[in-house]
């Protein structure tokens, strides 16, 4: 196989691995206060997606204009979400809290099946069909601007979490939800505003990666899979596992289809995953 | 300073605390003395808004207490040390320390706190980018405590801190409990260990089931025989 393909897979493969690593490190965030796996993560996504489609059809404005206030619309949505439904939810406990987040999946899925149909869709941008070439590699500008956006918002979340009073209280709870009660942290204020970052992320990621998919009703559910395989990967509920676990999976996914062709290519993150779990079974940086 | 009276608390539907009253003045040292289950925890944590209490009242100078949470009790200045440390194990201790300054009220004053916190206990400032979790059992409960003094705290109450400590390390949290009491923070402090506790403090109350069964001055507890009897179940 000549070096050159190889490499295009690869510089590919960590383009999407940043995608993947952002969705699973919002997704890592929501669980971390609460330890609720949100099932319904990637439909979140999928939901930016289609509304970016609605802006670009109604108002013919590019999504990536649009993705600031999609950011705001869903930390909002995620805010009140969090405060409404899922809050009261958890009290009863985590599993009704992923039964609650499962149920999410089906309203969202059949709300877009609903309002938009069953068609596959695709959302032009100003840089759709457009690539980079820097020999020998052909880079499309969509998915190098969706994957520079995902890296700076993942690196830029990863520094809050881990140097800012806020990520120092999001951490606190998630690692002794008692003792930072004691410390006076509100939690429910904490976790709602954690929750709607974790949402609002996605609602920023989902315009400015949408001329990079297909979109179509059940997309969020594939999303939430990859995101939970890289949760796993890199070790549930550590930060920078997270972020670890995407560039290797979105590496893994990109080569596998490479040398082995789409079906069997699409098994080899489920393959990294048995692997990685067999050998540390708390995930690459899982610790406990 | 701090008024508990009548206080029913419990988990669920298990009544812990039977009208437990207590009373804290400012600058002492005061024991709480009874076996495991007599309910110095409970009362505690009902104390520092972790736990909802039935009945009776919660008052600290003349903020009412009661029915509040840990976020108010924080604010009132009250700040509770828990029974097994709960420092937080995947952060450093200056990440502990920096948490447990976080609160609106002190959190203005952080640095300085922080710095007077470390030269307190020096050896929190060696250890200081060092994870909770590799550290001692001694060296988390000065971790604890000093994480619990960042909050400038009024009343700082303790759960249990010598607890499977070593018996030197046991010596040394006393040393420093004392000093910071005659530097003028008052101190509740609940404890198995009769002789240390009452060694240090100037008055006690006894617990057993839930209710205050004895109160006075700890060099009389200490040959009270019905505080042994709370200990040993006779005389």
Redesign the interface.
Known sequence: MPKEILLQAAVQGLQMGAIYALIALSMTLVFSVGGLLNFAHGDFMALAMYGAMVDYEAFKIDAYAIAPIMFALFFLLGVLLFRRVVQPVLAAGVLAGAQLTLGLVFVQENLILVLFGGDYVNVPTVLSNRNLVVPPLVMPWPLLVGSAFAAVLAIALYVVLMRT?FG??I??IA??R?????????IGRIQAIAFGVGIGLLGFTGPVIVAQFTLMPTMGLDLTLIALIVMVTGGLGNFLGSMIGGLIIGVAESLGSLFYGGTVGAMIPYAILVFVLLFRPHGLLG?H | MLEVSGLVAGYGRITILREVELRVDQGELVALLGVNGAGKTTLMKTI???LPSTAGRISFGNVELTGQ???R???AGI??V?EGR??????TVR?NL???G??P?P?PRRDATLRRVLDLFPLLAERRDQKAATMSGGEQQMLAIA?GLM?EPKLLILDEPSLGLAPLMVQETYAALRRLNAEGLTILLAEQNVKLSLAASTRGYVMENGRIVLTGVSSELAHNPLTRKAYLGRL
């Open positions: 009073d120092r209280q951490r606190a690692q002794n008692d003792a930072a009660a004691l410390m006076g942290i509100r610790e | 520092a808004g972790l949470g840990t976020e009790t924080v604010e700040v509770l828990p709960m420092v937080f194990p995947r952060m990440e920096l948490l447990g976080v609160h009220r959190r994480r909050a």
